[in-house]
């Protein structure tokens, strides 16, 4: 039984490759063989292309990881400076804004018209556009 089986699989195996024989052969026929040999060429053209392509954006990869490491820590002490900054003005632009108030308390004739108060929006408060 086991040897019915072995045959088999070997009549198989040659039918297969047979088969396949006969596909390759008809599949050549189709097709001109300068027709090929032009695909081949314009692969290699793409295939240098792309390499070159490739090449070009790793240098420009390293490129500009070095320049952000170069400015990263700048622009860290920069944005802490400009945070800084804007606390202090916040602090003096309530400052002034309590000083108005206790002038316009005191002195009401000061700023007869009520243009001199601060009638701008706190931009804190403003929602994002």
Known sequence: ??????????????????????????????????????????????LGRLQDSNAVLSHFNEYSENCLS?????????TRLLKSIKSDLDYIFQKLRTIKAKLIATYPDAFPDEAALDRRPDLEVLPPH
């Open 1 to 46: 039984m086991e040897l019915e089986w072995k045959v088999e699989r070997e009549m198989e195996k040659e039918w297969i490759g047979a088969a396949s024989e006969a596909v390759a052969t008809e599949f050549k026929t189709l097709i001109d063989p300068q027709d090929v040999d032009s695909l081949k060429q314009l692969q290699h053209l793409i």
């Open 70 to 78: 170069e400015v990263s820590g700048d622009f860290a002490r920069n």
